[in-house]
């Protein structure tokens, strides 16, 4: 009961950061480093889309995954990953997902815009 009660305060928190990231003004200044990432999940086939904090590296977007084994988004890009698309600013931007868990347990998921599974 207390985990979907928690799910419900994240789902309805997230919903709030993705309407400040896409309202005028606001979202501009959210756009420097918030992100809407989408995906269809490997197991369930849904779409979801939450927000998330990102940093460029090059041409890559890379996504620090905070508290890494209390979510589960990530783990759909393992492996060789999966197809992704980033709302950045108003924009979609569709790209490739490849997430990594370092060796202190931090996880990164690098996205590679313009390219596909």
Request: glycine fraction near 14%.
């Amino acid at each position: 009961m207390a985990e979907s009660v928690a799910r419900r305060v994240v789902g309805l928190m997230n919903s709030g950061v993705v309407a400040l990231a896409e309202a005028p003004g606001v979202g501009r200044l959210m756009g420097k480093s918030f992100a809407q990432i989408s995906y269809v999940g490997r197991r369930s086939g849904r779409t979801f889309s939450t927000p998330v904090n990102y940093r460029r590296s090059g041409a890559d977007y890379l996504i620090g995954v905070a508290m890494p084994d209390k979510k589960s988004w990530w783990r759909n890009f393992l492996g060789t990953g999966g197809s992704v698309t980033l709302r950045i600013d108003g924009v979609d931007h569709p790209g490739h997902a490849v997430a990594q868990r370092d060796d202190r347990g931090r996880v990164t998921v690098r996205v590679r815009v313009g390219q596909s599974a």
